[in-house]
């Protein structure tokens, strides 16, 4: 067993639920899916940032990575039937055959999940513009194996507007963490969050808004027609059995 493969009992995966919260009927809550969050062992909740660097670095390390990440998917949907899950890869690892190799042990479960591609810029990129960081053809082949893709953290990294708007016909969901506008004016947060509203709203993709740490941003996010909702406020991430 190589050192990498060992390093993997290092890490697991927390849920955290995402709500659909009706207007209608006295804000009550349904739980519309699931995120999967990669996790340190051990209860610390934090994110494992160094020893993923390490399964980025190469193909072959990815590799390592994907598989423990796709055997643990099967088997946390066959664990917990009727309840569809979402996971992030990496700019990165859409730059890798390992990844497209190794999703394709998902595809017949590919109704249960959904791929959120995050907002980090790929460090290892062979391309032949090098200042450009779009990700739009691996995106459309991740759609075109039969999964659901979510672009995570929009307005952050390299999800820009620009770029997202040339994934919107091969995605189905965007994400906007409120985390990443804290410190932020409160006319600008309103700006952006009727930005990305407006892109969902012409294009017919889902909008959830990520980050929501207390009942009074809720309710004005209800108000203002945005019902998707994530954050502590309604959940901590837990640990999965």
Known sequence: MSELEQKLEEICFYEQPIFLIDAAEKEEKKVIGSELLLRKTGGENRFPAMLYKEYMRDDASNL?????????????????????????????????????????GLIPYCDRVMIEVTESIPSNRDIDQYINYSVRDQIKRIHEMGFSVAVDDVSSGMNSFNAVREYTQDIDRLKLSLIQLRNVEEGMITVTISLWKALAANTGIDLVIEGIDSLEVSKWLLENGLEKQQGYYFATPRKLK
Do not use: H, R
């Open 64 to 104: 390592v990575f994907c598989t423990w990440l796709v055997k643990n998917i099967i088997e946390i949907i066959n664990d917990n039937p009727g309840i569809q899950y979402s996971f992030n890869l990496d700019p990165q690892q859409l730059l890798y055959d390992s990844t497209f190799e190794a999703m394709k």
